[in-house]
């Protein structure tokens, strides 16, 4: 799960626009290596992104990317 994670985070910085808070809850939550900490950063970190590329439809490829269908 952590690789995973990690490849989010790469994926997150490099795609959406998340200010440095939100992509060091991402860091941060990786780091501790707890299952549920990711998972919930995870899913806060979908709900940001929905806000900030809901325009330009690169929510549901963020989604895909997660590889968590239910968005």
């Known amino acids: ?3 995973d ?3 989010i985070i790469e994926f997150a910085d490099s795609n959406i626009n998340f200010d440095k808070a939100q992509m060091q809850a991402l860091y941060t939550a ?3 290596g707890d299952e549920q900490t990711i998972t919930t ?3 806060e970190a ?3 992104a929905l806000k900030l590329v809901a ?3 690169g929510y549901k ?3 895909n990317y997660l590889k968590y269908k239910k968005c």
């Open 5 to 7: 994670a990690e490849s």
């Open 46 to 48: 979908k709900q940001s």
């Open 30 to 32: 990786v780091g501790s």
């Open 61 to 63: 490829e963020f989604c």
């Open 41 to 43: 950063a995870i899913l």
């Open 55 to 57: 325009e330009e439809g």
């Open 1 to 3: 799960m952590k690789q």
